[in-house]
């Protein structure tokens, strides 16, 4: 094997994004969490327009599905295109292997042998 072939600028792209977006997934679901809204009060305070407060999650309840289904895909997506191109990567990788160790002579093989058992020391 001659090398680790990869894309640096687009794993380092994908790896940062994927924590990134993380982030700013667990802010917007702390931030959500703190919301409260006003609502009538039950009961005769509430017909006689008295009011209370609770969360927000309690009175949207899809709001939960929602931050988790898109922060999965937030989160999700570019790790799904890291692994996708990681498998490219690993074909690049045996190609030019291949096609390098194809072209070499053999005294290239017989000095890298040798090199690597120690032998020529």
């Known amino acids: 094997k001659t090398g680790h072939w990869s894309t640096l600028q687009a794993s380092v792209f994908l790896h940062s994004s994927t924590i990134g977006n993380a982030k700013q997934t667990a802010t917007l679901a ?11 009060a039950s009961g005769i305070w509430g017909f006689f327009g008295g009011t209370t407060t609770v969360s927000l999650f309690s009175i949207q309840p ?27 990567w690993f074909e690049a990788e045996k190609r030019l292997n291949d096609g390098f160790w194809r072209m070499a002579e053999p005294e290239v093989f017989v000095e890298l042998i040798r090199s690597w058992t120690s032998l020529g020391r």
């Open 30 to 40: 702390m931030f959500l969490s703190a919301q409260t809204v006003t609502v009538p």
């Open 62 to 88: 899809w709001l939960v599905p929602a931050l988790v289904g898109g922060g999965m895909v937030y989160v999700g997506l570019p790790m799904l295109i890291l692994w996708k191109a990681r498998a490219k």
